[in-house]
């Protein structure tokens, strides 16, 4: 896979390259210092994956949807000090399909990149978690789950939660997915286990906050509450 890596800070910089030099299959294009020589390298090399802090100088959380616009299957692997609920939220707006903090290990850094290549979402724990803080109500999350140990959803997993999100049973969504219904409820419990939610309200406001779904009559209309 081709990564390209985008910040302006040095020590990043070096760092980012000695782990990522280190594996196996994963190539480093180039590195930019700010968003016009990221626009240069993009135009230049074909990459699958964009390892960037948006919030170090010469950056801004703008430049992702223009990327986005004329590299549309490019992974946005984000890679930031920490950030408030709402700047998170607006950088999975803006097109930003995995979030790591600068002080994850070398071995989440890898799986992120790696996961994010293959289309995959990759969240580091503390991530999720300051997301999932500002959506749902603290009662319907078990926050002593959350550790800084990688999240990672499968496709099959956020096909899921669509279909959750959207109101659909068990047993429709495994008709659905020409799979049993035991199938379903499995991974129903697999994405509460990764998300750290109790019940499916957490599931949906997930589902909303990442854009996976859009807010709509059912979601949020009483009798269905």
């Known amino acids: 896979m081709r990564v390209v890596i985008a910040d302006n800070n040095d020590i990043v ?17 180039g590195e930019a210092r700010n968003n016009e020589q990221l626009l240069i390298l993009l135009k230049q090399f074909e990459s699958d994956v964009l390892l960037i802090d948006y919030t170090a100088h010469g950056f801004d959380i703008d430049i992702i949807p223009k990327i986005l616009t004329k590299y549309p299957n490019m992974g946005i692997l984000a890679i930031t000090p920490e950030q408030s609920a709402n700047t998170l939220i607006h950088a999975l707006r803006s097109g930003v399909k995995s979030y790591i903090k600068k002080d994850c290990d070398v071995a989440e850094i890898v799986d ?40 990672i959803l499968t496709e099959r997993e956020n096909e899921i939660i669509v279909w959750i999100a959207e109101g659909y049973t068990n047993a429709q969504i495994a008709e659905k997915l020409f799979i049993s219904n035991h199938t379903v409820n499995t991974h129903r419990k697999n994405i509460m286990t990764k998300l750290g939610v109790k019940n499916t309200a957490g599931i949906v406001m997930y589902a909303v906050k990442t854009e996976l779904v859009k807010p709509n009559k059912f979601l949020f209309s009483s009798e269905n509450a």
């Open 112 to 151: 992120a990149v790696r996961e994010t290549a293959k289309g995959a979402k990759f969240f580091c724990g503390q991530i999720l978690e300051t997301i999932q803080k500002a959506a749902i109500d603290v009662n319907d999350m078990d926050l002593e789950s959350f550790t800084c140990s990688p999240v």
């Open 13 to 29: 910089l070096v760092g980012l390259q000695s782990i990522l030099h280190a594996e196996k299959g994963i190539d480093i294009v």
